[in-house]
């Protein structure tokens, strides 16, 4: 058994709600957007506990950035996305590959964060992404400024990704 995983388009669930959810914030202020931020985060996780990821931090963060390419038209992903979503990333040489549990546990070594911080953080990258879209733009700088003023994802949150 392997311990790692490829992943595609086809492996994500409720990827269409979480669009219209990112959509319908273009409408919504405060507790409202909370709320849809909520869902999201859920919706993410909901992806990772099915697919059995490991919760390392930087993974779930790749997983979130091939899901908000996931989002965009094809006009857009072709654009800064060649060749797809879920290859290399710009500068990568290989696939992403992502680290499944082991025996239902993450790896001791994994960096794994609070729950809320994981969908927060998920969300966050996902939306950095989706925001290149007309359809999404809107609704996404929205709730990344939320992110942002309610200081629910901080650079101390993150601190390790950049050193």
């Not at 595609?8 to 409202?32: F, N, P, R, W």
């Not at 549990?101 to 927060?120: A, C, E, F, H, M």
């Not at 290149?132 to 200081?151: M, S």
Request: with cysteine.
């Amino acid at each position: 058994m392997t311990n790692t995983t490829t992943l595609s388009g086809k492996d994500i669930h409720d990827l269409a709600l979480i669009e219209q959810a990112v959509m319908d914030c273009e409408t919504l202020e405060g507790d409202d957007l909370m709320a849809r931020l909520d869902v999201i985060g859920g919706l993410l996780q909901d992806n990772v506990v099915r697919l059995q990821l490991d919760e390392e931090i930087n993974h779930l963060f790749t997983f979130a950035r091939c899901i908000g390419c996931e989002a965009l038209s094809m006009a857009i992903r072709e654009k800064y996305y060649s060749p797809d979503c879920w290859g290399a990333a710009p500068r990568r040489r290989y696939q992403p590959n992502f680290l499944l549990k082991i025996n239902g546990s993450n790896r001791t070594s994994s960096i794994v964060y609070p729950l809320k911080k994981q969908k927060d953080g998920m969300a966050m990258i996902m939306l950095e992404h989706m925001k290149w879209d007309p359809r999404y733009t809107i609704g996404a700088k929205k709730l990344l400024h939320y992110i942002d003023e309610n200081k629910l994802w901080t650079m101390a949150d993150g601190e390790h990704l950049f050193a």
